[in-house]
């Protein structure tokens, strides 16, 4: 494999890892976002839709965001009567957030994100290596 191509499968990597540490922080964020009135839609937690995709130059296989998209799961219902979104009978809808599992992407975002990093420094110190010797 050359290595701008093993640079630019980082890159595309790095890219894509950014991305999914910015919808797990916009999810943590709205975590407990209720609606303002009782029939409003409540915060629903955000997802991406990962798509491997050939890049043009190097013919090699990146993985890119598809698209973004919504979980459409149920989303859980708590008894707050005095609450300015509750419906009639005291429920409000909460988001379908559960920040122990954006934590836990998170951390594996951060993780692949590292590991692509390392990758990206690796190929740069073999290309300065490679320079070093035709000296």
Do not use: C
């Amino acid at each position: 494999m050359d290595l701008d191509v093993a640079m630019r499968v980082a890159s595309a990597g790095m890219k894509l890892q950014a991305a999914r540490l910015r919808v797990v922080a916009e999810n943590l964020a709205n975590a407990e976002s209720t609606a303002r009135t009782p029939d409003g839609e409540p915060y629903r937690r955000k997802l991406l839709e990962v798509a491997a995709r050939r890049d043009r130059e190097t013919g090699a296989l990146v993985a890119t965001v598809r698209r973004w998209t919504v979980d459409r799961r149920e989303l859980p219902l708590r008894y707050m009567p005095g609450h300015p979104a509750a419906d009639a009978a005291g429920y409000v809808r909460f988001p379908n957030v559960n920040p122990l599992i954006e934590l836990m992407d998170m951390r594996e975002a951060q993780r692949s994100y590292e590991a692509n990093l390392n990758a990206m420094q690796m190929a740069r110190t073999m290309v300065q290596r490679t320079l070093d010797i035709l000296r």
